[in-house]
């Protein structure tokens, strides 16, 4: 039989005592979570409450819990909502499994910049494990830091264990978590809570990891993260009740206002693999039909603490020093060529003085060097995920990659080539650029993720690599057995599973057709893109790099119609210096030559493009705060700097200047005082041509006030279409509608072309639309003069413009303005299409 001992908890830190139930937060006020206190800080440092383990300490520093050798639970959680903050304002002074004495600082935080940056600083301290306690002081008092504060009855050891499993577990289908801030105290509570509702044996699953689902502490230390694939498991008499409900809950985000479903998953867990069709997004174009091979990642072993800090050191100068051989050695591989810069992007990123930093100062502390690195990049990668942008998201893929391979070596790991079979269509839940760009094409296939985004560096490479590859499909996809045949039809962002054979020649079939045509439209891809009945349109690129300047050459890109600059300098965390600008854009212009023109876009920055040397304070509406132009006026020496290296490549190409996100006159105007003084300053007499884009729906309405002062337009469809319909263009559930083919939207492109063309004006349009073989017979209809496309779509897009008659163009174009719905735009360009041509081979998709 258990005896009662008595359990003193101090207070963890220096403050005023606040009555849980006047905390303003439900999940905490209505003890779902446990029995305790509440304290608003006067001190800036948590301390342990009581001696024992620290069971879990969230990655972001936010909340930790110890657990002491009688079983019990305290869990500390610093401010609310502060889980947002991403680590920002926290400095952990302990971690996961590390022994703590009573009073031993445990977090160290900005209280001012969590009051200014977060709801509230008002700190928990609760009794997880829900032992009964009796207060050692009273009301409202102002309590010190390692004061005693409560008498815990401590029974029997409670346990957060495994449950022990009798009989057979139900397992769940695999769940990808929507809460952007994975599984945190909150929907952790209620997870749990819901959890306890059973009297089954339940667990959590994460890849390998495992806890027991009612315990919060043991939910929490998960560390899940958005887009995990979780799955349920329970033994007992209710076990099957228990994983539907806890499925559904988990998919539903857990109670937590604002959790979505990730994109492509739909709300409850599906049968799995029984589904005969799993659908994705389409990263690389092409089909493949073979055997699914899964893609599971190697778990490394690192030691926390090292006895030599010098050792530690040079252990890592060394491991970066062969990560940065072995990135040269890819780079030179690859040459000028998108890969290529990804691998120097790479490289960059082992001198980035900040991670290098924070490996150091671990290091100093005691740490071993791999612990110290793997920190450092994975708190870096972290950050950069919360930070809600896909291009940031992407870098911390990069980070994360850079991280491993640095890890790798300084843990004498090698990688494993992997043992493939034949026609393997790799499945993962993320591939890296590294894992990417070293897949052997006479063994892959193809590949389908469940994570990654179709810009990201991953579909670049694999389109490099020719190989078809989806990303985004259903975490259901992790389930599918080795072996099992399957076919990926990236075109169409499909993977069917066990396919029929006539699905297979169906879609063989049509690839020989789509290989041929694509291989005529690369022949002809030196002709200009004239119509039937004779007249010219300009089909230029939409370039990131030289590389891409020069690859938009090979394939008949008459000039570049975007140069988008925020993407040449992405991976900085420091300006380029004047020269490194200059001879970006003189080595692009050279690339184009003086009778192309070079259309160069100053900064976009702002929306979902940040830019780590252009810090900017967190929006609640990013794409409707500081973007662009708006950016660049308010911080004018950025904008002088850019139009001075601009400048210097005139000669050297047909040079124009861009204005992103222009709305008012006044933008214009300004942007153009800058301008002349800089051009002025450099005695440069002929200015370069100004024109602005239109992808607000105020320019395009105020187009023919405009039009007299510039001398082009632009139009970004992406954009346009974004506040034109008042759709995010990256909502994952609104894709499908935030259409481009709008007649909204082409309404605000005709009326601009008018307006244009009363002036004398020439209009472009470089949004995704213009890469659309569908559109092109509507925009050269609607009078557009130049369509500047992404780049491997130059040959089909010069190809359609070929094919088509002015005149027919312009009828269909004044028919379709008087359509109610995008759905109603593309259904009359396809019965234009059938109507005029022979039926096209190629998928539209
Ligand atoms: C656009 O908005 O259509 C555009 C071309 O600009 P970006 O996609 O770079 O925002
Ligand atoms: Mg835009």
Redesign the pocket.
């Known amino acids: 039989m258990a005896t009662t001992q008595h359990l003193q908890l101090l207070a963890p830190l220096s403050g005023v005592l606040v009555p849980l139930e006047q905390v303003p937060d439900p999940v905490f006020s209505s003890r779902v979570i446990g029995d305790g206190l509440c304290i608003d800080p006067t001190s800036q440092t948590l301390c342990a409450p009581l001696a024992g383990v620290v069971s879990n300490v969230q990655d972001s520093g936010h909340a930790v819990s110890i657990t002491d050798d009688n079983g019990v639970q305290v869990l500390m959680h610093i401010g609310l909502d502060t889980v947002n903050l991403a680590g920002q304002g926290f400095s952990r002074l302990v971690s996961e499994g590390q022994r703590v004495e009573a009073g031993q600082p445990l977090i160290e935080f900005d209280a001012d910049y969590i009051a200014v940056h977060a709801r509230s600083l008002l700190t928990l301290l609760l009794v997880v494990s829900g032992e009964p306690f009796t207060w050692r002081v009273a009301g409202n008092a102002l309590v010190d830091s390692g004061q005693p504060l409560l008498q815990l009855e401590v029974g029997t050891p409670t346990s957060t264990a495994m449950p022990e499993e009798e009989g057979e577990a139900l397992f769940s289908k695999p769940v990808m978590l929507p809460n952007a801030n994975g599984l945190h105290a909150r929907p952790a509570a209620v997870f749990a809570q819901a959890a306890k509702g059973f009297k089954a044996s339940i667990c959590l699953h994460k890849r390998q990891a495992s806890a027991n689902a009612k315990s919060l502490v043991a939910v929490m230390a998960l560390q899940t993260a958005q887009g995990d694939a979780l799955q349920v498991s329970a033994v007992g008499v209710d076990a099957e009740a228990a994983i539907k409900a806890l499925a559904e809950l988990l998919a539903s985000g857990c109670g937590e206002a604002g959790a979505a479903p990730v994109a492509g998953e739909p709300a409850v867990a599906v049968a799995a693999v029984t589904d005969t069709l799993l659908r994705g997004v389409c990263a690389s174009a092409g089909s493949a039909f073979g055997q699914v091979v899964q893609v599971t990642e190697q778990a490394l072993e690192i030691a926390e603490s090292a006895a030599n800090p010098a050792a530690e050191r040079a252990s890592l100068k060394r491991a970066l020093v062969q990560a940065a051989e072995a990135l040269q050695v890819l780079r030179d591989q690859a040459g000028s060529t998108a890969q290529g810069e990804i691998f120097q992007a790479h490289q960059e990123l082992l001198e980035d003085p900040s991670l290098l930093e924070q490996a150091q100062a671990l290091i100093a502390e005691g740490k071993s060097a791999a612990f110290a690195w793997n920190s450092a990049t994975h708190a870096t990668a972290e950050l950069f995920k919360s930070l809600n942008g896909t291009l940031l998201a992407e870098r911390a893929l990069d980070l994360e990659d850079v991280g491993q391979r640095v890890l790798r070596l300084i843990l004498g790991v090698r990688e494993d080539a992997w043992a493939l079979p034949e026609r393997a269509i790799l499945i993962a839940g993320q591939l890296t650029p590294s894992q990417t760009a070293g897949l052997d094409p006479r063994k892959v296939l193809g590949f389908a993720t469940v994570g990654g985004g179709a810009t990201s560096h991953v579909a670049i490479l694999a389109r490099a690599l020719g190989l078809p590859a989806i990303c985004g499909l259903p975490a259901q996809a992790l389930a599918l057995a080795n072996g099992t045949q399957v076919l990926l039809d990236a075109d169409r962002g499909e993977l069917h599973l066990q396919p029929a054979p006539a699905l297979i020649e169906q879609l063989q079939a049509t690839r020989l057709q789509q290989q041929q045509r694509q291989r005529e439209e690369r022949e002809q891809s030196g002709l200009p893109a004239m119509t039937r009945d004779g007249h010219h349109i300009e089909v230029t690129a939409?370039i990131a790099s030289l590389a891409e300047a020069e690859q938009a050459m090979e394939l008949g890109g008459e000039g570049v119609g975007?140069l988008?600059s925020?993407f040449l300098y992405q991976d900085r965390s420091v300006a380029p210096s004047h020269e490194d600008q200059v001879a970006t854009y003189s080595a692009i212009a050279g690339a184009l030559g003086p009778a192309r023109n070079l259309v160069v876009?100053t900064l976009?920055v702002g929306?979902?493009?940040p830019l780590a040397y252009v810090p900017m304070e967190a929006e609640t509406n990013p794409f409707l705060g500081m973007r662009g132009v708006r950016l660049c006026l308010e911080r004018p020496q950025l904008l002088r700097e850019q139009f001075r290296a601009i400048l210097a490549s005139a000669g050297l190409a047909r040079l124009h200047i861009m204005l992103?996100m222009v709305s008012q006159l006044s933008e214009l105007r300004q942007a153009r005082r800058i301008l002349e003084d800089e051009a002025q300053a450099l005695g440069i007499e002929a200015l370069p041509k100004l024109g602005i884009?239109v992808?607000v729906p105020s320019a395009a309405l105020l187009a023919d006030l405009f039009a007299p002062e510039v001398d082009f337009f632009?139009?970004?469809?992406?954009?346009?279409?974004?506040y034109t319909l008042a759709m995010d263009?990256d909502h994952p559930r609104l894709a499908s509608q935030a259409d481009s083919f709008h007649p909204a939207v082409l309404r605000l492109i005709a009326s601009t072309v008018k307006a244009a063309h009363a002036h004398d004006k020439w209009v472009g349009v470089?949004?995704?639309?213009a890469s659309e073989v569908l559109a092109v017979p509507l925009l050269l209809g609607l009078g557009v003069d130049e369509l500047s496309v992404s780049v491997p779509l130059i040959p089909a897009i010069k190809a359609s413009v070929r094919e088509v008659e002015l005149s027919q163009c312009q009828a269909l174009a004044g028919r379709i303005l008087g359509l109610e719905s995008a759905e109603q735009v593309r259904e009359a360009l396809l019965q234009h299409r059938q109507a005029t041509q022979a039926p096209s081979p190629v998928l539209e998709n």
């Not at 632009?714 to 974004?722: E, K, R, V």
């Open positions: 939409n975007l988008r925020e876009r976009d929306g979902d493009k992103p884009m992808e632009s139009i970004g469809t992406n954009d346009l279409t974004q263009r470089c949004g995704a639309l």
